[in-house]
């Protein structure tokens, strides 16, 4: 297993620098890898620099950037910490394929290539979480579920951006949810984007809830539609799940 932590600066030249760094860690222990992983890592890894140098420094060279990986046989997690501009990736609207909008194709990119990413809050530091195993999470035939992870302190907030929440995906979602749940016991579902939710959603969701509140923790949601929030009315879900209008209320309930 390897544990180290590097400092690098928000200099162009250091991409290459930073790129190299895993890499080369990545390689010395996953020799039986598919090329393709490590070429996912890699472009990964070029997408959140490249964020964090454009966006959390404005290009401002000479800034901190932590790097901090972790890697044993099977999973390779990298922390990518800063001290820029805090980052929004839920006001990041998804890429258009049709070439009308350039915008949201690395936010998208680092999703896809990644199994499982966390965006970091902080008051001093900030950042984004990688990780990456070395033989695929998601068995053939199955779908990744499409779902933004922030990270306010102990409370881990997750945008759900599918349409239904149902038998077709349901299986998904606790599947994907499972890193979430290892991680933090204090959860917000956001489900500003689901429009449709049968048992077979709710039963996922009070699958969650059900994880959390085990472990000393709690599940709220925030941001329902009205046809979700009809659904929950009916199985009576507001009586042991907070409903909130806000993922700021949502983070903010568990301080109360």
Same mark, same amino acid.
């Given at each position: 297993?390897?544990?180290?932590?590097?400092?690098?600066?928000?200099?162009? &030249? !250091?991409?290459? %620098?930073?790129?190299?760094?895993?890499?080369?860690?990545?390689?010395?222990?996953?020799?039986?890898?598919?090329?393709?992983?490590?070429? !996912?890592?890699?472009?990964?890894? $070029?997408?959140?620099?490249?964020?964090?140098?454009?966006?959390?420094?404005?290009?401002?060279?000479?800034?901190?950037?932590?790097?901090?990986?972790?890697?044993?046989?099977?999973?390779?997690?990298?922390?990518?910490?800063? $001290?820029?501009?805090?980052?929004?990736?839920?006001?990041? &609207?998804? &890429?258009?394929?049709?070439?009308?909008?350039?915008?949201?194709?690395?936010?998208?990119?680092?999703?896809?290539?990644?199994?499982?990413?966390?965006?970091?809050?902080?008051?001093?530091?900030?950042?984004?979480?990688?990780?990456? $195993?070395?033989?695929?999470?998601?068995?053939?035939?199955?779908?990744?579920? !499409?779902?933004?992870?922030?990270?306010?302190?102990?409370?881990?907030?997750?945008?759900?951006?599918?349409?239904?929440?149902?038998?077709?995906?349901?299986?998904?979602?606790?599947?994907?949810?499972?890193?979430?749940?290892?991680?933090?016991?204090?959860?917000?579902? %956001?489900?500003?984007?689901?429009?449709?939710?049968?048992?077979?959603?709710?039963?996922?969701?009070?699958?969650?809830?059900?994880?959390?509140?085990?472990?000393?923790?709690?599940?709220?949601?925030?941001?329902?539609?009205?046809?979700?929030?009809?659904?929950?009315?009916?199985?009576?879900?507001?009586?042991?799940?907070?409903?909130?209008?806000?993922?700021?209320?949502?983070?903010?309930?568990?301080?109360?």
């Amino acid at each position: 297993m390897v544990h180290e932590i590097r400092e690098f600066t928000s200099d162009l &030249p !250091q991409l290459a %620098e930073l790129r190299h760094f895993v890499s080369e860690q990545a390689h010395a222990l996953w020799t039986d890898a598919a090329p393709a992983s490590f070429d !996912q890592l890699e472009l990964a890894l $070029q997408e959140a620099a490249a964020n964090v140098l454009i966006h959390a420094y404005r290009r401002e060279p000479g800034r901190p950037i932590r790097a901090e990986l972790t890697i044993d046989r099977e999973r390779l997690t990298l922390m990518l910490m800063h $001290q820029g501009c805090d980052f929004d990736p839920s006001a990041v &609207p998804p &890429p258009e394929f049709d070439g009308s909008r350039t915008g949201g194709f690395g936010v998208h990119l680092i999703q896809q290539l990644m199994d499982h990413v966390c965006y970091l809050h902080g008051d001093t530091w900030r950042g984004i979480r990688m990780v990456k $195993q070395r033989c695929p999470t998601t068995p053939e035939g199955e779908t990744k579920m !499409q779902m933004l992870v922030e990270k306010f302190g102990d409370v881990a907030v997750v945008a759900v951006h599918e349409d239904t929440l149902d038998a077709s995906n349901a299986d998904d979602f606790r599947r994907d949810m499972d890193p979430v749940l290892a991680d933090s016991h204090k959860v917000v579902l %956001e489900l500003s984007r689901v429009t449709f939710v049968d048992s077979r959603g709710c039963g996922a969701i009070l699958s969650c809830l059900k994880n959390v509140t085990e472990a000393g923790g709690d599940l709220k949601l925030c941001r329902v539609t009205r046809p979700a929030r009809t659904v929950f009315d009916l199985i009576r879900l507001h009586r042991i799940c907070e409903i909130l209008d806000t993922k700021e209320q949502a983070v903010a309930a568990f301080k109360k």
